[in-house]
Structure formats: C-alpha cells, structure tokens
C-alpha cells in the first residue's frame, strides 16, 4: 500500500486558541487602554461586553505568536504598536463557554498623537478608556485579569526602563519624557534626578531643535535603538533619596 502523504489524525481534542493584547497609551494626561464591545448578538459569548483586542490565530497566516499579535493589531485598530511584548498565558475549560481555550497575551505602547483607531471586524465599538477605569469594567472571558496584570507588569517595567519613550512620538523633549514617566507612575518624579538618569543611560539621542513647553524652544531626542528598552541600575523608588535631589 502506498502511504499517505497527509498526517495521521490527531488523537487528542484541540482547545481554542487565541492572541489578547493590552494596547496602552498616554492621552489627555491618563493612561489609557484600547477596548472594544463585542456585538450583541446572543450566539455571541458575553454580547455587548467590552474586551481587549484579540481573536483567534490563523494557521495558514500566523507563522508565530508576535505574528498573529501583530496582524490583530492591525485588523483590529488599526495600530501599528512600536513596542509590542508577550505578556503570559492564560487557560482553562470555562474561560470560553465555546470549549476549552487558551490565549497568549501581549501589550502594546504606542504614541497617542494622530492615532485614530478602527473598529474592525467583529467589534460594535472601539475606545481609549483610563485604565483604571478599565479595570472596573465588567469584561468578557478572563480579560479583566489579564488588563490587571498587563497594568502591573508595565508599572513595574517603567520603575527601571526606558519604557515610556515608546509612549511617545519622535523627537519628544525630556520635560515630555518626564511627564509621560509620572502619568504611568501616578507620582512625580524629581527633575534633576530625572534628567541626569535619562542622559546617562545613553539611550536617547539629540535630534534638533523643537517647539518646548509654552512654545520654548527644546533639545529634542530620538531613541537609538527601538528594538528593546534601556535597563537602569536603580529604580525610581520615593525612598531613594538620590532621586529626590538629595
């Protein structure tokens, strides 16, 4: 007999299988959040709840998961992220009533200027919404917990990260930087302090000239490097007293 070329038939039962991600920005001075309102229609799970951007990967376009994270940005919003990391993995028998499921979260920093998001398919409405107002939303699947995580694991990346730059467009001054730095935070930082550790970490360079705070004029900066953060050796604890300028 001749044999197959085809694969045998797996054994075993599949689990759904899918991609989330947390898309973050900083707009309008609060850290915000991409949800979207899944439709209304009762042969929908959780019809009309809000949920993070996401769905399920497909074999024949996603070579991996960044891929299909990537793709859904894009189908989804309309984001192209300039930071995009894996966050975890979150699965169980009763996270989707549709069968067992499992999804690969990532998060996603992206500047807020001329950003316009787009609904996509499978989506009655798309909103930047404060993240902590987010997290008392009553959101479907398990998407409540992995929006917690994905705000803890950003909140405690910015403590000794570059992080924030990726928050905003380029060039962008470092009284910008600084800001965008206590939004996520939620607590001021000192400025001395702040500028002597962005400098010295080498992560940043000059780009010119721009429109500064009250229209002064401001060094702007670029990163060198947008593949990956720059890591500090302290973090911006208030109890350090290095970083309140003593």
């Known amino acids: ?23 973050f920005t900083v707009l309008e001075d609060e850290l915000k959040v991409v949800l979207m309102r899944r439709p209304g229609d009762a042969h929908e799970p959780f ?25 859904k940005l894009q189908e989804k919003t309309g984001v192209s992220a300039p930071y995009l990391e894996q ?41 930047w919404i404060g993240a902590a107002a987010a997290t008392r939303k009553r959101l479907a699947f398990d998407h409540a917990e992995i929006l917690e995580a994905a705000i803890a694991r950003l909140r405690s990346k910015v403590e000794y990260t570059s992080l ?34 962005m400098l010295d970490a080498g992560f940043m ?6 429109e500064g705070t009250f229209g002064r004029p401001a060094m702007g900066y670029r990163l060198r490097d947008r593949s990956q953060a720059a890591l500090f050796p302290r973090t911006f604890s208030p109890r350090d007293a290095s970083e309140l300028g003593a």
């Not at 360079?205 to 721009?210: I, L, N, P, R, S």
């Open 164 to 197: 924030p730059a990726f928050l905003l467009s380029e060039p962008f001054t470092l009284p910008q930087l600084q800001h965008t730095y206590e939004v996520v935070l939620g607590r001021p930082v000192d400025k001395s302090a702040f500028r002597k550790r």
């Open 1 to 23: 007999m001749k044999p197959s070329n085809t694969p045998a038939e797996l054994k075993f039962a599949r689990p759904l299988v899918t991609v989330d991600v947390v898309i």
């Open 87 to 127: 966050l975890g993995s979150w699965g169980g028998a009763s996270r989707d009533p549709r069968g067992w499921s499992t999804t690969h979260a990532f998060f996603a920093l992206v500047p807020s200027q001329d950003l316009v998001l787009e609904k996509g398919a499978n989506a009655a409405q798309v909103e």
């Open 205 to 210: 360079e000059e780009a010119g000239t721009v």
């Open 47 to 71: 019809p009309g709840r809000w949920a993070l951007p996401g769905g399920f990967i497909d074999v024949d376009k996603d070579a991996s998961l960044l891929g299909c994270a990537l793709r």
